[in-house]
């Protein structure tokens, strides 16, 4: 079986359950500890976010999304005084 990259993961204090979401494909939903979910998230480099009072939320960075990065401020190569 081939993995599935995982995009994010949200623990939920209420009922104790996971949910991880990949990028492509249904989201897979274990019950599991918050140490746990941590675990996971952090195993594959997820980043911690804001989330819903009652749950913690970790997503990738920025660093992955589709988003253009801006384009590096020009440097002026005189040396001149």
Do not use: C, F, K
Request: charged letters at 20%.
């Amino acid at each position: 079986m081939a993995e599935r990259e995982i995009v994010s993961i949200m623990w939920h204090n209420l009922g104790h359950h996971i949910e991880v979401v990949y990028l492509e494909g249904d989201p897979d939903r274990i019950i599991g500890a918050q140490i746990v979910a941590s675990q996971l998230a952090d195993s594959v480099g997820l980043a911690l976010v804001p989330s819903l009072p009652g749950t913690i939320r970790w997503e990738r960075g920025s660093d992955s999304s589709t988003v253009a990065p801006e384009a590096p401020p020009e440097v002026n190569s005189s040396s001149s005084p």
